[in-house]
């Protein structure tokens, strides 16, 4: 089993509509989980840091579910702009100490007008 | 640029040649990561460091691959003996491994090294 897995996609959605990324992670001692967007050709990028209590940042908001070990990721009022690859990344450990990050493989986002 | 810097962008070299790659993080991380991805894949992690202490390398890289960050500063990956399979983008990362509440964890990459092995 991969330790980060991703809804394989690609998701192809109207512009205005809402949409849903799941991962799961396998090992349980993760203490911390991001969403990052990587463009086409491009480095990924931070998104959004996933929190315990879940976060909002605008039409996006992130979900962390421990019990069930997955993080989730809603997209509303998706806009073309949106259009991008986005990868779920997990820290295999506290991060006060030392301990790698893993990705997904990524699910690809179509935006259409 | 404060940024992340990879150097060379673009590399090809024939099989068998040797190859080596540097990353340097921004200035005040003390976190480095090399990646490696393919087309249609997520970053595969390869290997971190904090300071100058490599921590961890992943099982996938081969003896053919080394890393260093001999000073805590830049970091250089070397591939030996390159083979097809070895074409890739290879990312590099740092982060800031400090518990403060501004700080994400957030890693920040370069725009990558991309390998072309004939």
């Known amino acids: 089993r991969k330790e980060v897995e991703q809804d394989p996609g690609p998701f192809n959605v109207p512009e205005g509509a809402t949409v849903a990324f799941n991962c799961t992670y396998s090992?349980?001692?993760?203490?911390?989980f991001f969403w990052y967007r990587q463009d086409c050709r491009k480095e990924p990028k931070l998104l959004m840091s996933v929190y315990s209590s879940g976060n909002e940042d605008g039409r996006f908001t992130a979900q962390l579910n421990r019990a069930s070990q997955y993080i989730s990721l809603l997209i509303r009022d998706s806009k073309l702009s949106d259009s991008a690859t986005y990868l779920c990344?997990?820290?295999?450990?506290?991060?006060?100490?030392?301990?790698?990050?893993?990705f997904g493989s990524g699910t690809r986002l179509s935006i259409r007008p | 640029d404060t940024g992340v810097s990879q150097d060379p962008r673009h590399k090809i070299t024939k099989r068998g040649q040797n190859v080596t790659f540097r990353c340097d993080p921004i200035?005040?991380?003390?976190?480095l990561y090399w990646y490696r991805q393919t087309l249609g894949q997520g970053p595969e992690f390869l290997t971190y460091f904090q300071n100058e202490a490599q921590l961890e390398k992943s099982r996938l890289l081969s003896d053919r691959f080394s890393a260093e960050r001999p000073k805590g500063s830049f970091s250089t990956l070397e591939i030996q003996r390159t083979e097809q399979g070895d074409s890739a983008m290879y990312l590099c990362?740092?982060?800031?491994?400090?518990?403060?509440?501004?700080?994400?964890?957030?890693?920040?990459f370069g725009e990558g090294s991309r390998l072309t092995v004939l």
């Open positions: 990344a997990v820290n295999n450990g506290p991060y006060s100490s030392a301990s790698k990050i893993i």
């Open positions: 990362a740092s982060s800031l491994a400090k518990p403060a509440a501004s700080n994400t964890g957030e890693l920040f």
């Open positions: 200035s005040e991380h003390n976190r």
């Open positions: 090992n349980s001692a993760s203490q911390s």
